[in-house]
């Protein structure tokens, strides 16, 4: 392995890169898209918070309920209200025993249990106490004492709830180093249709000194954008070495796939053809993030999951080392695999 | 003299078919072999062989006399390959890929613009290779494989396709890295050109080296040097004659044309290469 050899055919990759117009307007005009609709979405949660609640028998104060920001939805079973608050259609739930109202109006002390998302803030959890105090008030005209049983359903994270632009941050970041798999591979295809790897292989530069400089070229392109674009937007403001590990390991997968495509590829088309699937296979985990409920957990079996939620978890709730670090073990493990398959379909096509 | 290039039994195959055969050859220091056959002979796979792209399945190739399979990158350093097949980064300038395979050979310091300017390339440098003609891009081609001083130069079909211009301009570099003290192996199907610049010259044909010799003895010894003339028939037309030289009856059939025919012209012509290719393998050059 020869530093000054690899630095020469680095800078020879990236300057051809850029003299490709695709993948030069691709590059540039991705990450300013992807900043366009980062900063097009609401920059802040729906101010209207709705909760969900269940009661067996009907309660008149139901209906005199009105909180500034809080809507209130009734629905007709404690499993449904449950599976709601966990699909994140209501921030909260709140079920009432059917002894409520009788407890209410005998002055005695009535438990209600309250289901939380894995997102609910605190203030929302002390809106939700308020409401229900509010509740006895309403059925008593006199304050009452309640028992109030929380239960935090799904994974907590304790923070805060999500822009929709946070909730779409990491899959954008995570599409800007997927588009770099098809540059790379478009890269390696044209080395070894057009032979220019034979002429680089008759100097004294190696094959392992051009894989290694075509895999720093990739990853320089991928998680370059993508750090790029997560410090634009805030996405390193928490956690920035933990977000940034995962980035660059999700910009080595990316290089292991780009070697694979561009092993088999002829040409730019077929590098087309061959890198669309993988792309939207592997942003897929992404849409669960952006689009909760939207996947189920099948997409733990793609890489790319571990990729984004480390991503998600750190950059949206501050998640540190401690939190990620299976998932980072997972990303590495995957990346090894991928990236000596990777070395070895491409060695094998070079011969 | 030092023999620059010694190979041994070469043989390659490429699954079931045979490319080249047991080859036995060497080419001394400051020598120009001309490599020559058909399309499929095995020019281009022994080449590869002796350059270290690809292991012989048997022998042995000795470079500067050193195996080459056991010590590829320090023989390829001082190698000079020009491929048959074009293979620039058309995306960069010309400055930009000799710059390039300078960094990689580690000459320094290069001049890009002199190296242009002996390729009769002057001017052109800035310009993207993908705008170059065929001829400017062989030409290139050449500039770039004689860019680290070679010790052994390796042309693979150096002239083939191109303008005369553009043959004579890289025959010109040939012959200045022959007087720079550099061993040329010229692999081409043009006769000419090899008769022209090679001391020696090898005839493969069907993964074997059927002949090897210069020209001039290859020539005289399947060779036949003859009279051919022009003469008018009967009806006025013009009829061909050919007396053969070299031979005791020679006088006498040369007395006998200009006695019987009316000669219009007549003159020597000698065997060619690709006659003698002819001679020797039942098959041309060019198929």
Same mark, same amino acid.
Request: net charge negative; charged share 20%; glycine share 8%.
């Given at each position: 392995?020869?530093?000054?050899?690899?630095?020469?055919?680095?800078?020879?990759?990236?300057?051809?890169?850029?003299?490709?117009?695709?993948?030069?307007?691709?590059?540039?005009?991705?990450?300013?898209?992807?900043?366009?609709?980062?900063?097009?979405?609401?920059?802040?949660?729906?101010?209207?918070?709705?909760?969900?609640?269940?009661?067996?028998?009907?309660?008149?104060?139901?209906?005199?309920?009105?909180?500034?920001?809080?809507?209130?939805?009734?629905?007709?079973?404690?499993?449904?209200?449950?599976?709601? *608050?966990?699909?994140?259609?209501?921030?909260?739930?709140?079920?009432?025993?059917?002894?409520?109202?009788?407890?209410?109006?005998?002055?005695?002390?009535?438990?209600?249990? *309250?289901?939380?998302?894995?997102?609910?803030?605190?203030?929302?959890?002390?809106? *939700?106490?308020?409401?229900?105090?509010?509740?006895?008030?309403?059925?008593?005209?006199?304050?009452?004492?309640?028992?109030?049983?929380?239960?935090?359903?799904?994974?907590?994270?304790?923070?805060?709830?999500?822009?929709?632009?946070?909730?779409?941050?990491?899959?954008?970041?995570?599409?800007?180093?997927?588009?770099?798999?098809?540059?790379?591979?478009?890269?390696?295809?044209?080395?070894?249709?057009?032979?220019?790897?034979?002429?680089?292989?008759?100097?004294?530069?190696? *094959?392992?000194?051009?894989?290694?400089?075509?895999?720093?070229?990739?990853?320089?392109?991928?998680?370059?954008?993508?750090?790029?674009?997560?410090?634009?937007?805030?996405?390193?403001?928490?956690?920035?070495?933990?977000?940034?590990?995962?980035?660059?390991?999700?910009?080595?997968?990316?290089?292991?796939?780009?070697?694979?495509?561009?092993?088999?590829?002829?040409?730019?088309?077929?590098?087309?053809?061959?890198?669309?699937?993988?792309?939207?296979?592997?942003?897929?985990?992404?849409?669960?993030?952006?689009?909760?409920?939207?996947?189920?957990?099948?997409?733990?079996?793609?890489?790319?999951?571990?990729?984004?939620?480390?991503?998600?978890?750190?950059?949206?709730?501050?998640?540190?080392?401690?939190?990620?670090?299976?998932?980072?073990?997972?990303?590495?493990?995957?990346?090894?695999?991928?990236?000596?398959?990777?070395?070895?379909?491409?060695?094998?096509?070079?011969? | 003299?030092?023999?620059?290039?010694?190979?041994?039994?070469?043989?390659?195959?490429?699954?079931?078919?045979?490319?080249?055969?047991?080859?036995?050859?060497?080419?001394?220091?400051?020598?120009?072999?001309?490599?020559?056959?058909?399309?499929?002979?095995?020019?281009?796979?022994?080449?590869?062989?002796?350059?270290?792209?690809?292991?012989?399945?048997?022998?042995?190739?000795?470079?500067?006399?050193?195996?080459?399979?056991?010590?590829?990158?320090?023989?390829?350093?001082?190698?000079?390959?020009?491929?048959?097949?074009?293979?620039?980064?058309?995306?960069?300038?010309?400055?930009?890929?000799?710059?390039?395979?300078?960094?990689?050979?580690?000459?320094?310091?290069?001049?890009?613009?002199?190296?242009?300017?002996?390729?009769?390339?002057?001017?052109?440098?800035?310009?993207?290779?993908?705008?170059?003609?065929?001829?400017?891009?062989?030409?290139?081609?050449?500039?770039?494989?004689?860019?680290?001083?070679?010790?052994?130069?390796?042309?693979?079909?150096?002239?083939?396709?191109?303008?005369?211009?553009?043959?004579?301009?890289?025959?010109?570099?040939?012959?200045?890295?022959?007087?720079?003290?550099?061993?040329?192996?010229?692999?081409?199907?043009?006769?000419?050109?090899?008769?022209?610049?090679?001391?020696?010259?090898?005839?493969?044909?069907?993964?074997?080296?059927?002949?090897?010799?210069?020209?001039?003895?290859?020539?005289?010894?399947?060779?036949?040097?003859?009279?051919?003339?022009?003469?008018?028939?009967?009806?006025?037309?013009?009829?061909?004659?050919?007396?053969?030289?070299?031979?005791?009856?020679?006088?006498?059939?040369?007395?006998?044309?200009?006695?019987?025919?009316?000669?219009?012209?007549?003159?020597?012509?000698?065997?060619?290469?690709?006659?003698?290719?002819?001679?020797?393998?039942?098959?041309?050059?060019?198929?």
């Amino acid at each position: 392995m020869n530093p000054r050899l690899i630095g020469s055919l680095v800078q020879k990759d990236l300057s051809i890169f850029f003299r490709n117009r695709f993948f030069a307007i691709i590059t540039v005009l991705g990450i300013i898209a992807y900043l366009v609709v980062y900063f097009a979405m609401p920059g802040a949660v729906d101010d209207t918070l709705e909760i969900g609640i269940y009661s067996p028998v009907s309660i008149p104060a139901f209906a005199k309920l009105d909180e500034e920001g809080l809507e209130f939805v009734v629905v007709s079973s404690e499993e449904q209200l449950r599976q709601a *608050v966990i699909d994140g259609e209501f921030i909260a739930g709140i079920s009432l025993p059917p002894d409520t109202l009788t407890h209410l109006i005998a002055g005695k002390r009535p438990g209600v249990n *309250v289901f939380f998302g894995a997102d609910a803030p605190p203030e929302i959890k002390d809106a *939700v106490v308020v409401v229900i105090q509010e509740l006895g008030y309403a059925a008593t005209g006199q304050t009452l004492d309640i028992d109030v049983s929380e239960e935090v359903l799904g994974l907590d994270l304790g923070g805060t709830p999500l822009p929709p632009r946070d909730r779409l941050r990491p899959l954008l970041a995570v599409m800007l180093i997927m588009v770099e798999t098809m540059g790379l591979a478009t890269l390696i295809s044209a080395e070894i249709e057009r032979r220019t790897i034979n002429a680089l292989l008759v100097t004294p530069a190696t *094959v392992a000194d051009v894989f290694i400089a075509k895999g720093i070229a990739g990853i320089s392109l991928a998680f370059g954008q993508a750090a790029l674009f997560m410090a634009i937007v805030g996405g390193l403001s928490q956690q920035p070495l933990v977000v940034l590990t995962a980035l660059l390991l999700g910009a080595i997968l990316v290089i292991a796939a780009g070697f694979i495509i561009g092993a088999v590829a002829k040409d730019m088309l077929s590098v087309l053809a061959w890198s669309l699937p993988v792309i939207i296979i592997l942003i897929i985990p992404s849409l669960a993030i952006a689009f909760p409920g939207s996947v189920t957990g099948w997409v733990e079996a793609l890489p790319t999951h571990y990729l984004v939620d480390t991503v998600h978890r750190a950059s949206n709730f501050g998640s540190g080392w401690g939190d990620v670090w299976q998932n980072l073990l997972i990303l590495a493990g995957f990346d090894l695999a991928l990236a000596w398959t990777g070395v070895a379909v491409l060695r094998r096509r070079m011969r | 003299m030092n023999q620059a290039i010694t190979a041994e039994e070469l043989t390659y195959r490429y699954d079931n078919l045979l490319a080249v055969d047991h080859i036995s050859f060497s080419v001394a220091e400051g020598e120009i072999l001309g490599f020559l056959g058909p399309n499929g002979a095995g020019k281009t796979t022994t080449v590869k062989m002796l350059t270290g792209q690809i292991k012989p399945k048997e022998g042995r190739a000795y470079l500067l006399g050193m195996d080459i399979t056991r010590n590829v990158e320090k023989v390829q350093g001082q190698l000079g390959i020009c491929f048959e097949v074009t293979n620039l980064y058309e995306q960069m300038t010309a400055v930009e890929n000799l710059r390039l395979f300078a960094r990689l050979f580690g000459v320094h310091p290069f001049d890009a613009e002199a190296l242009l300017e002996r390729v009769g390339l002057a001017g052109r440098g800035k310009d993207r290779v993908e705008t170059y003609s065929k001829g400017m891009k062989q030409r290139l081609m050449v500039a770039r494989s004689i860019l680290n001083r070679p010790k052994v130069l390796f042309l693979d079909e150096p002239t083939a396709g191109l303008d005369p211009t553009s043959s004579e301009a890289i025959r010109n570099i040939i012959l200045e890295e022959r007087e720079r003290g550099a061993t040329v192996f010229l692999t081409t199907h043009d006769m000419m050109e090899a008769d022209k610049l090679s001391h020696r010259v090898a005839f493969m044909n069907q993964g074997k080296i059927v002949a090897l010799d210069t020209p001039h003895n290859l020539k005289q010894k399947y060779g036949k040097r003859a009279l051919k003339a022009k003469v008018l028939n009967t009806n006025g037309g013009l009829e061909d004659r050919e007396v053969v030289m070299d031979s005791p009856e020679t006088p006498r059939a040369v007395q006998e044309l200009f006695s019987r025919e009316k000669v219009v012209t007549i003159h020597s012509e000698e065997a060619t290469l690709e006659d003698i290719f002819i001679n020797i393998t039942g098959r041309g050059l060019v198929e």
